[in-house]
């Protein structure tokens, strides 16, 4: 067992007899100071202690200042610290089992040698209890320190963006997020975020760098290429890409000429800006040759990409969508590359996260590239990722950096790693499983209530809703979904014969409110507060009430 321990000049005289004491109990102590009775400030020596036990270089820490107020109160702001003040054994035995405290605080004018003896001792054969109602008040504790972190510096230095932080956060807290591109990412990955390597420049790659003190970044950097490659079984991964439209561009960039001719599926049938859109580089840059879905069953015609590639012969087919509720079939579409001697792309920006959970077909042993966010599904930070086929990977690295890109992001690489990891486990598996029975239980409650969902249903995790014959623009129900609480956005459908900017759908998905942790009963009564909005979009009454009922709903599941 090893413990730290600190002191102010109130302290010093107590300390040096607890350190005594500890050592004549054969425990190793680790001295944080202070040396002598001079006056000094005791944050510092809390703070010492305190990152001791936080960071788990210690058992436990015992801090004395003369009353023990002031090294509780800075103790207690380090996460997985709970420090106790204690001036009686009973206290002691207390903090320990019910509390699984793990600093004692003592005050050097409060209590004697002999009292501070006897707490120590049963500080010391104390156990915490770790069971019924004490562990779940230690879960609640924990729960309160990763929701409720108030970003102090940012305060003290620009208190209008301390703001909009905290509007922000409590308009996620209190509404219902749809939005099938969206979703909450854990507090370890927005660490990872915010942390130091934001500070690093590290042009080149792990092992050849443009600059020196370059060995952490490598090491994170390196954690993320093998975990990407692990997670989607590739040959080469590239984790550089700001985004995922750079990691289209990437592609592109690697493999076509200037007027090489894209087959894509078209934006108006849920494809994206980057697969050629004539407002986008990719449409401006490349012959794109549109794909879409059938008109009576609303699914990709895949009869219709076979002719279209044999009159047109592409150089390169791109897969993937932005706005398409079914399983895309890859290895019919490698095939139809294979006839016309194309190269296959599949940006699976959307669906990654249930690739990685098992249970969405995994693109890559059909592609030649598989482009992708790192967000959505994926439930990571914002940026892209581009995996590849091992002969692909000196051309893929070359056009990104200095093709494209100069200076990586070292904490969004970060950050990466640690989505990554988080999808490796097993409960990942079981959130992307939920991912899909929210979406279709969601599908089938809007249904249920007369509401039409484009192809019938959904097999991943989005839904397109037809409001076509329902007087309602996509644009004016998104509108007033926003007003009741319920955050969506208008999207086109199929044939649609409404403008981009109005719309006859809207698309709804089911990411961000599984990681928030509801199921089936909660999607069959959205489903069911959706449709309401939508048959009233102008009724106040309505509108009013379906928002009380979301607050109510979203304030009982809580953001990570």
Not at 96 to 114: C, F, P, T, Y
Not at 270 to 295: C, E, K
Not at 458 to 473: E, I, K, W
Request: charged share 25%; hydrophobic share 40%.
């Amino acid at each position: 067992m090893k413990i730290a321990l600190g002191a102010d000049h109130g302290g010093y005289h107590l300390k040096e007899h607890i350190k005594n004491c500890l050592e004549e109990r054969k425990i190793d102590v680790v001295d944080m100071g202070c040396a002598d009775t001079e006056a000094v400030d005791y944050p510092e020596y809390a703070c010492k202690v305190a990152g001791q036990v936080s960071e788990g270089r210690v058992y436990q820490g015992i801090l004395v200042c003369t009353t023990g107020i002031g090294m509780s109160i800075t103790a207690n702001r380090f996460a997985r610290v709970r420090a106790a003040l204690c001036t009686t054994p009973d206290m002691a035995a207390t903090a320990r089992s019910h509390n699984d405290a793990n600093i004692l605080a003592l005050g050097g004018s409060i209590v004697s040698r002999e009292t501070a003896t006897e707490i120590l001792d049963v500080w010391l054969k104390t156990d915490f209890t770790g069971r019924g109602r004490h562990g779940r008040r230690i879960e609640q504790i924990k729960q309160c320190t990763l929701t409720q972190v108030d970003p102090v510096a940012l305060y003290d230095s620009d208190p209008e963006i301390h703001t909009v932080l905290r509007s922000e956060q409590r308009r996620e807290s209190l509404s219902l997020n749809l939005i099938a591109s969206e979703n909450y990412s854990s507090r370890a990955i927005r660490e990872a975020q915010g942390s130091v390597l934001t500070d690093k420049y590290a042009e080149g790659y792990p092992g050849k760098r443009w600059y020196n003190g370059c060995i952490h970044v490598d090491t994170a950097e390196q954690l993320a290429i093998d975990r990407a490659r692990e997670l989607f079984a590739a040959e080469h991964a590239n984790v550089q890409p700001h985004c995922g439209s750079t990691a289209n561009m990437v592609v592109y960039f690697s493999q076509l000429k200037p007027g090489d001719t894209i087959l894509a599926m078209s934006l108006d049938h849920g494809g994206h800006l980057t697969h050629g859109h004539p407002a986008n580089f990719s449409g401006r840059l490349f012959n794109i040759v549109p794909y879409g879905v059938q008109r009576e069953s609303e699914r990709i015609d895949y009869d219709e990409i076979a002719r279209l590639a044999d009159e047109h012969r592409p150089r390169l087919i791109v897969a993937g969508a932005s706005a398409y509720p079914r399983i895309i079939d890859f290895p019919r579409l490698r095939e139809i590359a294979d006839n016309v001697h194309a190269l296959l792309m599949v940006d699976m920006a959307h669906i990654a996260g249930l690739v990685a959970g098992g249970c969405h077909p995994n693109p890559v042993p059909d592609s030649d590239f598989v482009t992708s966010t790192t967000h959505k599904t994926l439930r990571g930070p914002r940026g892209g990722l581009v995996l590849s086929r091992k002969k692909y990977a000196a051309e893929i690295n070359r056009h990104l950096f200095p093709g494209l890109q100069g200076g990586p992001l070292m904490h969004i690489i970060a950050a990466k790693a640690v989505c990554f990891q988080e999808a490796r486990q097993k409960d990942f598996k079981e959130y992307a499983q939920q991912i899909i029975r929210n979406a279709q239980t969601l599908a089938f409650s809007l249904s249920s209530h007369k509401v039409r969902i484009v192809s019938g249903g959904t097999d991943n995790h989005l839904l397109l809703a037809d409001l076509s014959s329902m007087g309602v623009t996509g644009k004016k129900a998104a509108e007033a979904l926003d007003r009741a609480g319920i955050t969506v956005n208008k999207n086109m459908i199929p044939f649609d014969t409404r403008s981009p900017m109005i719309t006859s759908g809207i698309r709804l998905g089911t990411a961000a409110l599984t990681t928030r942790g509801m199921k089936e009963p909660e999607m069959e009564k959205i489903g069911e507060w959706i449709a309401a909005v939508i048959r009233q979009p102008d009724h106040d009454k309505t509108i009013a009430a379906v928002a009380e009922k979301a607050r109510a709903l979203a304030a009982a599941f809580s953001l990570p």
